[in-house]
């Protein structure tokens, strides 16, 4: 598979129609690629939370109908990173949408872990509630977003429905960014998956980005990791050492904890 990962950097001065169609426009450029990442909340900046309610759309709102064009027109599998959503009969919901090459909707997952430690996101947004996985022609894919990271009970429950790809989407910022490349790592050798983590560059409401996406191979080894502020990283890897990996290394068979085992 070839991934094109584009590390959207949010220009405060560029209005959200306009970056919709830079990105866009970008998303063309990779026809060719099997699949296009784009990074988390790059309509408003991942940081900008006085935005969120100003700026929150529908799910099949103009991201959704920009995206799916662009989707169709470069003939890709594009996971558009994630919207602030406005549910029309609840709060509102940092939600990813992956479209098909046909420009479909493959599926939409809601952030469940909410970042902010009582202000921010974390009060401004609902938790989603479901585990979320998408069935590419190479792969299946699990969907995490940024926070998200931080929590391996989310990747094991991916894992346990099939997830062979973790993409994560994020803004994550850069006074942490020794955690964004460690997590990314340590996510890939315990789940004995690729990991597909795409950051933001640029600065979002004052807070700088740490950029550096990255894509991790099942025993962990970094295939390839962009620069701070670098917008496209493409790399190529092959889904089937997923599988090789599990067959020669089965860890995965051993685990105890949190396992259902038959009983009698």
Request: aromatic fraction near 8%; charged fraction near 25%.
């Amino acid at each position: 598979m070839r991934a094109s990962l584009l590390q959207i950097a949010v220009d405060e001065g560029e209005s959200i129609d306009s970056r919709r169609e830079r990105v866009a426009s970008l998303v063309r450029e990779q026809a060719g690629a099997d699949l296009v990442v784009l990074p988390e909340l790059w309509t408003t900046g991942a940081f900008a939370f006085e935005s969120f309610g100003a700026e929150a759309e529908p799910l099949e709102g103009p991201t959704y109908e920009v995206m799916a064009k662009a989707a169709s027109d470069a003939g890709v599998w594009l996971h558009a990173g994630s919207i602030p959503e406005r549910d029309p009969e609840g709060p509102l919901y940092n939600t990813s949408l992956v479209f098909s090459p046909a420009g479909e909707l493959a599926a939409a997952y809601r952030k469940i872990h909410r970042f902010g430690f009582d202000k921010g996101e974390a009060v401004l947004m609902g938790a989603g509630a479901e585990l979320v996985t998408v069935r590419l022609p190479e792969t299946v894919v699990g969907l995490a977003t940024c926070y998200d990271l931080r929590f391996p009970e989310l990747f094991r429950g991916l894992v346990d429905a099939g997830a062979e790809t973790l993409v994560i989407p994020a803004g994550w910022p850069e006074r942490r960014r020794a955690h964004w490349t460690l997590l990314a790592q340590a996510r890939a050798v315990e789940n004995q998956a690729f990991v597909l983590a795409c950051g933001t560059a640029g600065t979002h409401a004052g807070v700088p980005q740490a950029g550096h996406s990255i894509v991790v191979d099942p025993w962990g080894e970094v295939l390839a990791e962009a620069g701070a502020g670098q917008e496209v990283l493409s790399v190529e890897f092959d889904p089937a050492r997923v599988g090789a990996t599990r067959g020669q290394f089965p860890v995965l068979r051993d685990r105890v904890l949190g396992v259902e085992r038959p009983r009698g």
